[in-house]
């Protein structure tokens, strides 16, 4: 196309969108009485934009091909790009419910949404380096904004946030239920920024066995007069942000001792659960070391907790934990063999959390004598209504 014909057809494509926004603001002033960027735009206006942003793409630019190959790091790249320039319009799920989102004219687009991800990796890259005139899309073209491979780091980003097909989904449950658990540590050489970060979160440190990690331990034994033990009876330290709980071990089993240390207060205290406590409190002796921690605390603190051999994949909210067996995408990385949150349903997604972020009690209880205070048998994919009853809200 002669670059006459391009400045035609940019003119025209943009007073078409003038058009548009001076019909939908007058119409609207009219029979309102006033002109807010509050108001949701008429789906007329919002079908005329995206056809005349369509018209406004060089045919050459819609046919380009991303030069970036989709692996772990370049998404994950794009993502870090994304946060950092896109998250506050857009926001971080591309959903653009965000406050500065709806308060734009016209809104931003849901990047997960088929509108969005029927563009082809060209207008997608031409959108974001070029911008839309008479919305609050900015250029980012370089050297103002990003360089070009950011750009189509950011593309790549975009693209992994439609969520799964129904078909999808379901295929990658199957595949996560043939599956087995490898550990986080086998995520963290495509994962390698991601596994950085999550290794200093609290999830990834909330079990710790001090003969590992011996400052696990907060306070010194020695101040301990509520309840005195030695290190050498610790198995297990619970926690480090608001108190600090000591697991030995006898047997196959762990129990909590009787003493807590309080981190914000810096001081010792009797670790009990009283009577009424928690509906599971009437099934058990108050004596600390009858009540297991395995029926209370390790099904959540853990991935994998077996109840029968009473081991764990992994101590502590590992990546398998929200994804899912990984032992299949370990061996062919793809998006469609590990379970992602991000991409499933809201009910499948939600059910991620809300299994150890919720009160209730597993469906069927005792389990082999034991009551469970965390949806034993579920895992992430399934429906957790199946396995687990929420209290009622009070």
Request: hydrophobic share 35%.
């Amino acid at each position: 196309m002669t670059t006459w014909k391009r400045v035609i057809k940019g003119l025209l494509a943009v007073v078409a969108i003038g058009l548009v926004g001076v019909l939908g603001a007058g119409g609207y002033v009219l029979w309102s009485g006033g002109l807010r960027a509050t108001v949701e735009p008429s789906s007329l206006e919002t079908a005329v934009a995206r056809t005349v942003r369509h018209w406004t793409i060089p045919l050459s630019e819609r046919e380009r091909r991303n030069p970036r190959r989709a692996d772990a790091a370049s998404v994950e790249q794009g993502r870090e790009t994304y946060l950092a320039q896109c998250a506050d319009c857009h926001g971080r799920d591309g959903s653009g419910l965000t406050p500065i989102g709806r308060s734009l004219y016209p809104r931003p687009p849901d990047l997960r949404a088929d509108a969005t991800q029927d563009l082809s990796d060209g207008e997608l890259h031409y959108i974001i380096v070029n911008g839309v005139p008479l919305t609050g899309m900015a250029a980012w073209a370089h050297p103002r904004g990003l360089t070009p491979d950011d750009t189509w780091k950011v593309v790549l980003f975009i693209r992994s946030l439609r969520p799964f097909s129904a078909t999808e989904e379901a295929r990658a449950v199957q595949t996560a239920a043939a599956a087995h658990y490898v550990g986080s540590a086998a995520c963290a050489s495509c994962h390698a920024d991601l596994y950085r970060r999550w290794k200093q979160t609290p999830m990834a440190n909330v079990v710790r066995d001090p003969r590992q990690a011996p400052s696990a331990i907060i306070p010194a034994l020695s101040t301990n007069h509520v309840a005195p033990f030695t290190v050498g009876q610790v198995a297990l330290v619970y926690g480090s942000i608001w108190k600090q709980r000591y697991f030995t071990k006898i047997g196959d089993d762990y129990y909590p001792l009787p003493v807590q240390w309080e981190v914000a207060n810096h001081k010792w205290s009797k670790y009990v659960v009283p009577s009424g406590a928690d509906w599971w409190v009437p099934f058990y002796p108050a004596d600390n070391m009858q009540r297991p921690t395995g029926p209370t605390c390790d099904g959540c603190h853990s991935v994998g907790y077996d109840v029968h051999t009473k081991q764990v994949a992994e101590w502590n909210v590992g990546c398998e934990r929200c994804h899912g067996p990984g032992s299949a995408h370990v061996a062919h990385p793809t998006a469609e063999n590990i379970l992602n949150p991000a991409r499933m349903d809201a009910v499948a997604a939600t059910d991620t959390c809300i299994q150890c972020h919720s009160q209730g009690r597993p469906l069927t209880n005792p389990i082999e004598g034991h009551y469970y205070d965390w949806p034993v048998g579920y895992s992430v994919g399934l429906h957790l209504s199946d396995f687990w009853r929420l209290e009622d809200h009070t």
